[in-house]
T-cell receptor
Framework: SAVISQKPSRDICQRGTSLTIQCQVDSQVTMMFWYRQQPGQSLTLIATANQGSEATYESGFVIDKFPISRPNLTFSTLTVSNMSPEDSSIYLC????????????FGPGTRLLVL | GENVEQHPSTLSVQEGDSAVIKCTYSDSASNYFPWYKQELGKGPQLIIDIRSNVGEKKDQRIAVTLNKTAKHFSLHITETQPEDSAVYFCASGGSGGSYIPTFGRGTSLIVHP
């Protein structure tokens, strides 16, 4: 397993602004993942972030809206850009220490409300 | 791609009763089925998983069963306790060249003392 922390834990933002969410892992991992969990909904994968390469985005998510950085093997950031109320969600960082992506270990999440 | 259906969306039981959550999946090549528990204000936590070469797996009060022919799997919680109250997610993965699981929509389990 892995211990994951996220900052901030929650935030209230104004529409049109951007928020950067940080994810820190207590061990080096190849793959880090970013998910969105809208109220009462399931976990939707936004992108996979591998160190040293561009993030791979899932259908419906684009780099301009959700730029991701992965500067080293223990850290990643997700930015939610030009926010609208529809971006109000929980954003979750996860890792799989095995490197396959099969078993996801999640951070505590960042609860975002956009007014 | 894979599609995972989860039922029920809400389940209310009395303390001490059993709870069963059911999921179906569409990709017959899927071979890994984890279950996650998400408590209020926290991220989902892996509680049990099962692979396709096993029909049942048990860990204390929780068990998972898998029927590959019918493409469905279930989570069973016995002797429920108030601390079991949470949202439970099933997932299916391990196929199609990507091991990243597809999640169900979640079941909100409420255990009344």
């Amino acid at each position: 397993s892995a211990v994951i922390s996220q900052k901030p834990s929650r935030d209230i933002c104004q529409r049109g602004t951007s928020l950067t969410i940080q994810c820190q892992v207590d061990s080096q991992v190849t793959m880090m993942f970013w998910y969105r969990q809208q109220p009462g909904q399931s976990l939707t994968l936004i992108a996979t972030a591998n160190q040293g390469s561009e993030a791979t985005y899932e259908s419906g998510f684009v780099i301009d809206k959700f730029p991701i950085s992965r500067p080293n093997l223990t850290f990643s950031t997700l930015t939610v850009s030009n926010m609208s109320p529809e971006d109000s969600s929980i954003y979750l960082c996860s890792v799989d220490p095995s490197g396959s992506g099969e078993t996801q270990y999640f951070g505590p999440g960042t609860r975002l409300l956009v007014l | 791609g894979e599609n995972v259906e989860q039922h029920p969306s809400t389940l209310s039981v009395q303390e001490g009763d059993s709870a069963v959550i059911k999921c179906t999946y569409s990709d017959s090549a899927s071979n890994y089925f984890p279950w996650y528990k998400q408590e209020l204000g926290k991220g989902p936590q892996l509680i049990i998983d099962i692979r396709s070469n096993v029909g049942e797996k048990k860990d204390q009060r929780i068990a998972v069963t898998l029927n590959k022919t019918a493409k469905h799997f279930s989570l069973h919680i016995t002797e429920t306790q108030p601390e079991d109250s949470a949202v439970y997610f099933c997932a299916s993965g391990g196929s199609g060249g990507s091991y990243i699981p597809t999640f169900g929509r979640g079941t909100s389990l409420i255990v009344h003392p």
